[in-house]
């Protein structure tokens, strides 16, 4: 869904030079391979199929040895084209719990009319592939099946088992979702002492300079809200006061007046005491304020300047789509609105729709959509999982700074709260200022980000295996 949190100028400290653009390896050869066909497989939800893309990688994987026992394809009757993929590789000490490697394979819709570029095509153009899913999520998804394939055809050994799915429906609502289905059949396939997943990344400004690592430690839940004005109607010639469109469009406005109060977790604490530190002048100080007392009104209005950060401190819902009326020549009986909120750890969905419905007032009703999923769980920030990543940075990304962040989108991760797997968004895959068009048009990464974020990867599993 949403990679790396996007905010912060360049006055992040730590800022490196840019590597030369990596070198066609062997290796990295064999990975193009696998990422193109991954890439150029429609996933999106009742276009293409995951189930497709998921067999490509396991017939992949057991060319490279895996056995039908430590590799397959998983899927439902009534949704043949959204399976996805599990696989193992046993580690040698039983005394270790295993980890998990989690990303999935659908994306997001895009429409060929829209895109200067053909977008189920990768295309490499100044130093960037293009198409749909170059980032989210078949970049990680292709680095975590290319290194189960490296580890098992180079003969590693690890001592800690690995543990991979790579599933469908992370993108869409109302979909099957492969992560959850898992989490609920198959908890044998995916239970592990943590997971490694999308969220975290890297920021280059926007000379192609490296800012920043981060490593997402938590999440927002994503909840949408139906709000609904009703009305008998008549016709347009003699309106009356009472109207549906009016209704629906004052309750959207009282949403979005609203700012829900500034909060902090043990996550965005850390992460904005240090972005304070590296952001000396107006911003800087207006953090510290705001640390300090939460509900200092002018700290939060200059902080909040910066998008980002805004939702990084709060609860956030927005009106996403709307739909009146039924006859140009006549007063609408119905208008309704979808409301996506982001909702901050420790609220909950009943709290914020409570919240709603006395903004939207007495002519609105409003509901939460189904299905509600889960409530993200906000992992421990712990050296254990922080120390592989700040020790295989050096060696890749030295002295760049490696910072905590809440993330304010959504991911599958909430869906192993209920087995009680702590979640974590890796670093090591950098990406641009404005996100590099993920869920928009021309999606793009910078190929050397794409083989330096491999190689990073690689190493770090390999850290935390053994």
């Excluded at 949403?2 to 912060?8: K, V, W």
């Excluded at 993108?171 to 997971?195: C, H, I, K, M, Y």
């Amino acid at each position: 869904m949403m990679r790396l949190t996007g905010f912060i100028g360049a006055a992040v400290l730590g800022i490196m030079p840019l590597t030369a653009a990596a070198q066609a390896r062997p290796d990295q050869k064999a990975f193009l391979d696998l990422y193109r066909e991954l890439v150029e497989t429609n996933t999106v939800v009742n276009v293409g199929s995951c189930t497709q893309a998921a067999t490509q990688i396991a017939a992949r994987m057991k060319k490279a040895g895996y056995s039908d026992s430590d590799v397959g394809v998983f899927t439902v009757p009534d949704h043949p084209k959204d399976g996805g993929l599990t696989a193992i590789l046993k580690g040698s000490d039983a005394s270790l719990k295993p980890m998990l490697l989690l990303g999935h394979i659908d994306v997001v819709e895009a429409k060929r009319e829209d895109w200067k570029r053909e977008p189920f095509k990768l295309i490499e153009e100044g130093g960037f592939y293009y198409a749909r899913g170059t980032v989210d999520d078949k970049a990680m998804s292709a680095v975590w099946a290319d290194a189960m394939i490296r580890f098992k055809s180079g003969g590693y050994k690890p001592k800690r088992t690995i543990k991979l799915a790579l599933t469908c429906g992370e993108e869409t609502t109302f979909a099957f979702n492969g992560a959850q289905w898992l989490a609920d059949n198959r908890p044998d396939a995916v239970s592990a002492e943590f997971v490694l997943n999308e969220g975290g990344g890297g920021r280059f400004d926007a000379a192609g300079k490296r800012q920043l690592l981060a490593v997402q430690v938590g999440e927002k839940a994503a909840q949408n809200f139906t709000f609904v004005a009703t009305n008998p109607g008549g016709h347009s010639s003699a309106p009356t006061p009472a109207n549906a469109i009016y209704e629906l469009a004052d309750a959207v406005k009282a949403v979005q007046g609203y700012e829900f109060p500034v909060k902090f977790t043990d996550t965005t604490r850390v992460f904005f005491t240090m972005t304070a530190k590296a952001m000396p002048g107006e911003v800087g100080t207006a953090i510290t304020k705001l640390l300090a007392n939460p509900q200092d009104k002018a700290a939060d209005a200059i902080v909040s300047r910066d998008k980002t950060m805004h939702s990084t401190l709060r609860t956030t819902c927005v009106a996403t789509l709307l739909s009146a009326g039924h006859a140009e020549n006549a007063l609408p009986q119905r208008a309704t609105a979808n409301v996506n909120c982001r909702i901050f750890p420790g609220e909950t969905v009943d709290q914020t729709l409570a919240k709603l419905k006395e903004l939207a007032g007495p002519q609105v009703t409003v509901t939460a959509n189904t299905p509600v999923r889960p409530i993200a769980v906000p992992p421990p920030l712990t050296d254990k999982i922080t120390g592989p990543m700040k020790t295989v940075a050096a060696k890749y990304f030295p002295g760049v700074p490696l910072l905590p962040l809440m993330s304010t989108g959504a991911t599958d991760g909430v869906f192993f709260g209920k087995l009680n797997m702590p979640v974590y968004g890796v670093p090591g895959i950098f990406l641009e200022p404005d996100l590099n068009g993920i869920h928009g048009l021309d999606e793009r990464i910078r190929v050397s980000a794409l083989y330096e974020g491999r190689d990073y990867l690689f190493d770090l599993v390999k850290a935390y295996a053994g």
